[in-house]
C-alpha cells in the first residue's frame, strides 16, 4: 500500500479493525455450534431435564431435533 493510499484510508483503520474482530467472533461461534462434542452434552442435558420434569415431551422432541439437525449440518430450512 502506498504513502497516499494509507494515509487517505487512515480513516477507515477502525472500522477495519471491528469488522475483523467480527468476523473472528463468527468464526468462532460456528465452530462451536458444529462441534459434535457440545451438542451431545446439550442432548444429555435436554434428557436430564425432561427427566427432571424441567421439559414437556414437546419442548424435549423440539430441541432434540434441532440439535440432531446441528449435529448433522442441516439448517432447518
Not at 25 to 47: C, G, Q, W
Amino acid at each position: 500500500m502506498g504513502l497516499v493510499t494509507g494515509l487517505l484510508t487512515l480513516p477507515l483503520a477502525p472500522v477495519r479493525g471491528t469488522m475483523w474482530i467480527a468476523e473472528r467472533l463468527l468464526d468462532e461461534v460456528e465452530r462451536e455450534l458444529a462441534d459434535p462434542e457440545l451438542i451431545e452434552r446439550e442432548l444429555d442435558e435436554a434428557d436430564a431435564a425432561y427427566e427432571r420434569g424441567e421439559l414437556s415431551e414437546e419442548e424435549h422432541l423440539a430441541l432434540e431435533e434441532a440439535l440432531l439437525m446441528r449435529l448433522t449440518g442441516q439448517t432447518g430450512d
